[in-house]
């Protein structure tokens, strides 16, 4: 018997996971919350199986309530329900801690599907935006990772590369030092390394620096 | 004692010898310069100084005749007749008169110099040897034939040579040396004939008595001859220089009369012209043989200005001068304007003749006449424009101000004194120092004055004027003069300042209005999305759950009409969802407010690229916490607007999307690989996208700058200023 709490701020939404839930043959029981505040007594109140929650939660970043509620219980598994259907939105929210991802115009079949993924200690996400997420890292699979960056990435790197602090290229390029970091943190993800040592190892590999 | 036939031991007295040789001398030389002046007089003076020439030269020539004889001393009494004294004078006479005459013609030949030799020669012999037949004594008298031959041979040679010497000299005056030198000359010449005719001839003692009728002693003669030559050498002397005088004044008035650059008429007594100079045929038209004879009145005097022709002319007759203007015409009866001064000439007693004196001043009319015009044209303008000129003398420290620049003030001519002082009291306190240093400066480095001052008025109201002028400096680059001009520019200021003030209102009339609009949208994108979004949402999970549980409940027949028609509900919902979605994005992406800039940037790229097929590579590297929701709205419709030009105009493949921040400002650049935007269609006032682009970075107190390079692509580079 699942125990599953839905927090949205429409009724209309609440009621319409509550009979998809009612109508499913194992006992579900299902918790309701409109606001964050309510959801976060409920959820320090008892132990649910997982948290359906609806990113665009009336005045308060979704987002945010997600990495609230991991707090409170990091084992707790939080499905976003999203009327948003852009990827942005679901890779921040798996970067939040969510465990799945579904869009509203999803059939309720795919509905019951993620709640049982996500419960099951799974991962889900709509296969539309999969697709989306898909093609994201497509773009970067051709050719060798480098080509990925940018101009002025590519410029940062081979800074980097040659041995130059943050500061020292902040000041040649007239940036702040806090861009440099953000195009340093950009580069290392981008290429998949982890430190300055990796990318100077991999510019003089490739011959991209005298 | 003396006896017939004996010939007579003749003496010299040398004291007299020499006297007669002064004599030829001083004869000579008023010779020489009686020909200058038989040849410089014409008419009847030259024939009055030809025959007064002839005369006084002639006397000359017998006097040192005579004087020369009774340097001669024989041992018996020597008489003279007077009868043939008198010939030989008159032979003397002859001679001189011949000579000037041959020496004043205008061209000398030799032959026609040879005749007049000739003749000289001849006169001169007969002279001589009539003189020596009028000695009366009791001797006979006989020539040697060579020695008279020897003398008229020189006689002969002394009157060429004095011909051609008194040709050379008539044109030449002033050169006394040489004139003396040549009358020594020629007078050592004639003595040399005498003295040599005197040597011809021998006296023989004879008993017959001499016929002394009519017979002089010598020494009365001698006496007669000096004083003649005396006083006639000192009377050329005088009347020679008399002459030249009156001659050279004559010249100096002539050339006066004739060059001087006015009109100048001679008239008798009774307004008759005498003589007009050259002047007066340019500026008339009448050459002066026309005029001669006429009256002015009949020349040059139009119909209109009779009257006051009569009226000068009595004047002047009176005594006073006129001086006067009037107008004047000319011989084509074209008219002139012209300076006229009437003046009479009189000697003691009585008035000899008149001057009339003409200046043509046409040019100088036309000048006023334009001067004043343009004076006139000046002060409308002035009016008109509401500009002043003054003139300020820094050497004097005085100041002019037109008329304008007084009714600028509000002051009248009368009742105020420019001067510099005077205007810095009028000078708003708070401009004074600006109005001091924009003077001093100008004065420092003679730049153009150029400043704006607010003067008050008398009446308290304050107007504000625009000041330019010009610094004069002299010779030694001092600055002596300012001069320029004052606009009271208030109005236009005024109404500047009002537009600039509209301007504002507008633009923030428009900023509220785009803000609304977007709040309006956000609203509406909201309640679409969330309301509208939940609702459908709703419904499809129903219609889902009744298209599982209809077959429970209808036939078979009944269930698949009914399954049918629920997954086409189903379809249609998700149909408007897609809608609502799409609506609500266009009308204001949710991701802008719920993820930030960066994250709508990277949406907005990904929904161009599939849409356009354009590739458009982003750089979002801006820690979009720091911007408000203005701010990341405004930017972010300026990267919408510039995506969507790129898409309509530019033809490009690749757009690159940099967003970083740099010395504190956001940049945004947006760079395409298209045509490249035309200078053109930049600045063309129907690309209102650029001008929302604009507005929108000047609500943001940033700047949009946008670079085409043909065939290059176009770069637009958005700066905000994040950190106040």
């Known amino acids: 018997m699942a125990r599953i709490l839905i927090v949205d701020d429409h009724a209309v939404v609440r009621d319409g996971v509550r009979r998809i839930f009612e109508q499913q043959e194992d006992e579900t029981t299902v918790g309701e919350a409109s606001t964050a505040q309510e959801a976060v007594q409920l959820v320090r109140g008892a132990n649910w199986d997982a948290v359906v929650l609806d990113i665009s939660l009336g005045g308060r970043s979704g987002l945010d309530f997600i990495k609230e509620l991991k707090q409170i219980r990091p084992k707790l598994p939080v499905l976003i329900l999203s009327m948003h259907s852009e990827e942005q939105y679901a890779r921040r929210a798996f970067k939040a801690g969510a465990a799945g991802y579904i869009t509203k115009d999803n059939s309720r079949t795919e509905l019951v599907a993620a709640i049982n993924k996500v419960i099951a200690g799974g991962r889900y996400v709509s296969p539309a935006l999969a697709e989306k997420l898909v093609f994201d890292i497509e773009r970067g699979t051709e050719g060798p990772p480098h080509e990925l960056l940018s101009d002025r990435e590519f410029e940062v790197m081979c800074l980097i590369a040659s041995g130059k602090t943050v500061t020292e290229i902040s000041e040649e390029l007239s940036l702040s030092d806090k861009t440099i970091s953000t195009y340093r943190a950009r580069i290392l993800e981008k290429m998949d390394m982890k430190t300055n040592a990796e990318l100077t190892h991999y510019t003089i590999k490739n011959k991209l620096v005298d | ?724």
Request: glycine share 8%.
């Open chain 2, 1 to 724: 004692m003396t006896f017939p036939g004996m010939p007579l031991a003749g003496s010299y007295d040398y004291r007299e010898v020499a006297l007669s040789i002064l004599i030829a001398v001083l004869a000579s030389y008023s010779a020489l310069g009686l020909a200058e002046r038989v040849n410089v007089s014409r008419g009847r003076a030259r024939l009055s100084w030809l025959v007064c020439g002839a005369v006084a030269m002639g006397l000359g020539i017998w006097s040192m005749h005579y004087t020369g004889m009774l340097a001669f001393r024989l041992p018996i009494p020597v008489q003279y007749d007077w009868r043939t004294s008198l010939l030989s004078l008159l032979t003397a006479i002859l001679a001189a008169l011949v000579a000037l005459f041959v020496a004043s013609r205008k061209r000398m030949e030799f032959a026609r110099a040879l005749t007049g030799s000739i003749f000289m020669a001849a006169s001169i012999v007969g002279l001589h040897y009539i003189a020596m037949a009028s000695m009366r004594l009791s001797a006979m008298c006989q020539y040697s034939p060579s020695l008279v031959a020897l003398s008229v041979v020189f006689a002969f040679v002394f009157s060429l040579l004095s011909l051609l010497l008194t040709f050379s000299f008539r044109d030449q005056t002033g050169h006394k040396v040489r004139k003396i030198m040549s009358g020594m000359l020629m007078g050592g010449a004639i003595s040399a004939m005498h003295y040599t005719a005197m040597a011809a001839a021998t006296f023989m003692s004879a008993d017959v008595a001499p016929d002394l009728s009519h017979a002089l002693t010598i020494s009365s003669l001698g006496v007669a001859s000096i004083g003649i030559v005396t006083v006639m050498v000192l009377e050329i002397g005088i009347l020679t220089s008399l002459v030249d005088r009156l001659q050279e004044q004559r010249a100096l008035l002539d050339e006066l009369f004739e060059q001087g650059p006015e009109a100048v008429v001679l008239t008798d007594t009774n307004n008759r012209i005498v003589r007009v100079n050259r002047a007066f045929a340019r500026i008339f038209g009448y050459s002066p043989e026309e005029t001669v004879g006429r009256r002015l009145g009949e020349l040059i005097v139009p119909d209109e200005a009779k009257d006051e022709e009569r009226q000068f002319a009595a004047t002047a007759a009176n005594g006073p001068r006129v001086d006067a203007e009037g107008i004047r015409k000319r011989k084509d009866d074209t008219l002139l304007h012209v300076g006229i001064v009437r003046v009479a000439v009189s000697v003691p007693g009585k008035q000899i003749a008149g001057y009339a004196i003409y200046r043509d001043i046409t040019e100088r009319k036309q000048y006023e006449e334009q001067l004043k015009m343009s004076e006139g044209q000046l002060v409308e303008a002035q009016h008109l424009a509401r500009i002043g000129s003054w003139n300020w003398d820094l050497t004097t420290n005085s100041l002019n101000w037109s008329d304008e620049l007084f009714r600028i003030f509000g002051r009248r001519p009368q009742e105020f004194n420019p001067t510099h002082e005077a205007f810095l009291q009028l000078v708003h306190p708070e401009d004074l120092e600006s109005v001091n240093e924009a003077i001093q400066h100008s004065v420092n480095t003679l730049d153009q004055l150029d400043y704006y001052v607010r003067i008050t008025r008398p009446d308290g109201e304050v107007r504000i004027l625009h000041s330019r002028g010009t610094v004069d400096v002299d010779a030694y680059g001092t600055p002596i003069r300012m001069y320029g001009a004052a606009q009271d520019v208030t109005e236009s200021r005024l109404a500047e300042e009002e537009l600039g003030q509209s301007n504002e209102k507008l633009r923030a009339l428009s900023a509220r209005l785009q803000l609304a609009r977007e709040e309006e949208g956000t609203r509406i994108a909201r309640e679409l999305h969330d309301e509208l979004g939940a609702s459908l949402t709703s419904l499809k999970w129903d219609l889902e759950g009744l298209s599982k549980r209809c077959s429970d409940w209808v036939n078979q027949t009944d269930y698949s009409v009914l399954h049918d028609s629920i997954e086409k509900m189903i379809a249609l919902v998700d149909d408007i969802l897609g809608n609502v979605r799409r609506i609500s994005s266009e009308l204001r992406p949710s991701i802008l407010d719920d993820l930030g800039l960066m994250a709508a940037i990277e949406w907005q790229a990904r929904q161009f690229e599939s849409r356009s097929g354009i590739v458009c590579e982003i750089d979002p590297l801006f820690d979009d916490a720091q911007l408000n929701r203005e701010q990341s709205t405004a930017i972010f419709r300026i990267l919408q607007e510039a995506l969507t030009n790129i898409l309509r105009h530019a033809q490009a493949s690749r757009v690159n999307v940099l967003i970083e921040e740099v010395n504190g400002e956001l940049v945004l650049e947006i760079k395409d690989n298209g045509r490249g935007t035309t200078e053109e269609e930049i600045a063309g006032s129907q690309s209102l996208g650029l001008i929302g682009m604009r507005e929108r970075a000047h609500m943001l107190g940033g700047t949009i700058e946008i670079t085409g390079v043909v065939g290059g692509g176009t770069v637009i580079t958005l700066r905000v200023p994040i950190h106040p």
